[in-house]
């Protein structure tokens, strides 16, 4: 299993299901979308370098695990994570490291410079690459769980949207944004509630996923006293008391913690093989 550590943004995972629903290829016409040329081939150097993303004319993924590549093509659709732990993953998933240097199509190039539609198109590349070069077959269930929702504070937020003529920063995550830290803080640059509820999650270790309910639709830039707690932000061992720590972190932005009964979602995986190398 992908660790929250590792991929730096999860959802609490369950093996529990509740509601099952298979992922159709053929409903989105986005799902045709392929890589012309893939190379995949195992990192046996054990060095640490490690790369990935996409790259002005495709993708490229260095000395990390297939699970990454899952995650990244696979981004849930409910609640606020981005990246999820993975249920059924066999025991060679997370120990091998490969190496993926996929190349997009000259046709697809003008679209592919679109930062919004590089984001669909790189996921639906992932998809059919997965599935063709692994036999990858996913589905996904949802179950009732304890969550924080994250709302508007009395008042309102104590933000303001990131300026519109500011070029985009480059981001790492599928929901777009950045982040940096400067001593204590976590400093997010145009980046939407949806960001800074994964990145809260992450941080609260085992606790219940934190999921955006502010309304807020827009990019933000705004500071984090990410040093203000440490390990888990529960300060009682009910998971769903947010703790007093992150209640004053959240509400020093003009938000909320509230906690409630909701739904998290876990991406299974029913069939998976080693990829074939070329």
């Not at 195992?42 to 297939?66: I, K």
């Not at 981004?75 to 990246?83: D, H, N, R, T």
């Not at 410079?113 to 063709?132: D, F, H, N």
Request: net charge negative; proline share 6%.
């Amino acid at each position: 299993m992908i660790s929250k550590v590792y991929v730096a943004i999860t959802l609490c995972a369950s093996m529990a299901t509740a509601q099952s629903a298979a992922i159709p290829h053929a409903a989105d016409p986005t799902k045709s979308l392929a890589f012309e040329v893939v190379s995949i081939r195992q990192d046996v150097g054990g060095g640490e370098t490690r790369e990935f993303g996409a790259t002005p004319d495709g993708f490229r993924m260095v000395n990390m695990p297939l699970g990454r590549a899952i995650l990244e093509a696979y981004v849930p659709q409910a609640g606020s994570a981005m990246y999820w732990d993975l249920a059924g993953s066999p025991a060679w998933l997370n120990p091998n490291r490969y190496d993926i240097d996929a190349r997009i199509a000259e046709a697809d190039r003008v679209e592919w410079q679109k930062s919004g539609a590089q984001t669909q198109m790189l996921r639906a590349m992932l998809q059919t690459m997965l599935a063709e070069r692994c036999k990858l077959v996913v589905h996904r269930e949802m179950k009732d769980a304890s969550v924080l929702y994250l709302e508007l504070g009395k008042g309102g937020p104590k933000f303001k949207e990131s300026k519109v003529d500011e070029p985009p920063r480059p981001s790492r995550f599928p929901g777009g944004g950045a982040t940096d830290m400067e001593g204590g803080s976590m400093h997010f640059y145009q980046a939407p509630m949806t960001l800074l509820a994964s990145m809260l999650t992450n941080r609260n270790l085992d606790g219940p996923e934190i999921q955006d309910r502010t309304g807020l639709t827009g990019r933000y830039d705004f500071a984090v006293e990410w040093g203000a707690w440490t390990g888990g932000m529960a300060a009682e061992e009910d998971s769903s008391d947010p703790g007093p720590t992150l209640n004053s972190a959240v509400t020093a932005l003009g938000l909320k913690l509230v906690p409630a009964k909701g739904q998290v979602e876990t991406l299974v995986i029913e069939h998976i093989e080693k990829p074939s190398e070329n």
